[in-house]
């Protein structure tokens, strides 16, 4: 069964980089698309972006100049910074596995709360 | 991009049947087959009720169901039960090869 876990900081300061993994188990990362996701407290989804195992990114156009997706394969793991974080960057973030670029995601790790606070 | 629309909130008694739409546009919900709906209990992590419009994941039970009329999908939910009560959210692929989600329904089952 894949598993996915986040982990990472869950206090950044203000204009400072956010920078979350997740590592992927029971499965390998190679195919599929890996994406984050994240929701502000008391408020719905919004996409971040995903990555291919190949490495091609898309992302949010509203968080594109901000945002960078990466992965490592000899690791099982991808990877989210966000830079020049502000208060409304404070979210619950997930990280996803979708089936195909068409966003199926089937698989999600438990999500990890990061708060853009000094 | 802009969210996709969902009705923020539908009611309904057990046993009964609601539907929840997604509005979107010819960019996205109406272009592609690519619309899918998550099921989000409290605290919890979003899981995947239907993909591509219609499919259903392997244990998901068959009183959910998907369908799409243009630019709008929908969600529906037949013979409702308490733990159907829930928030859910469509989310489709765009021209632009990127993914957006609606804003979100809460369904409570009176």
């Known amino acids: 069964q894949v598993q996915l876990q986040e982990s990472g900081p869950g206090l950044v300061n203000p204009s400072e980089t956010l920078s979350l993994t997740c590592t992927v188990s029971?499965?390998?990362?190679?195919?599929?698309?890996w994406s984050w996701i994240r929701q502000p407290p008391g408020k719905g989804l919004e996409w971040i972006g995903y990555?291919?195992?190949?490495?091609?990114?898309r992302y949010n156009p509203s968080l594109e100049s901000r945002v960078t997706i990466s992965v490592d394969t000899s690791k099982n793991q991808f990877s989210l910074k966000l830079s020049s974080v502000t208060a409304a960057d404070t979210a619950v973030y997930y990280c996803?596995?979708?089936?195909?670029?068409?966003?199926?995601?089937?698989?999600w790790g438990q999500g990890t709360l990061v708060t853009a606070s000094s | 991009q802009s969210a996709l629309t969902q009705p923020a909130s539908v009611s309904g008694s057990p046993g009964q049947s609601i539907t929840i739409s997604c509005t979107g546009t010819s960019s996205d919900v109406g272009g592609y087959n690519y619309v899918s709906w998550y099921q989000q209990h409290p605290g919890k992590a979003p899981k995947l009720m239907i993909y591509?419009?219609?499919k259903r994941p392997s244990g998901v039970s068959n009183r959910f169901s998907g369908s799409k009329s243009g630019n709008t999908a929908s969600l529906t939910i037949s013979g409702l039960q308490t733990e159907d009560e829930a928030d859910y959210y469509c989310s489709s692929y765009t021209s632009s090869s990127t993914l957006v989600f609606g804003g979100g329904t809460k369904l409570t089952v009176l």
């Open positions: 029971g499965g390998s990362i190679s195919s599929y698309y």
């Open positions: 996803a596995r979708a089936g195909g670029y068409g966003g199926q995601f089937a698989y």
């Open positions: 990555i291919y195992y190949s490495g091609s990114t």
């Open positions: 591509d419009v219609t």
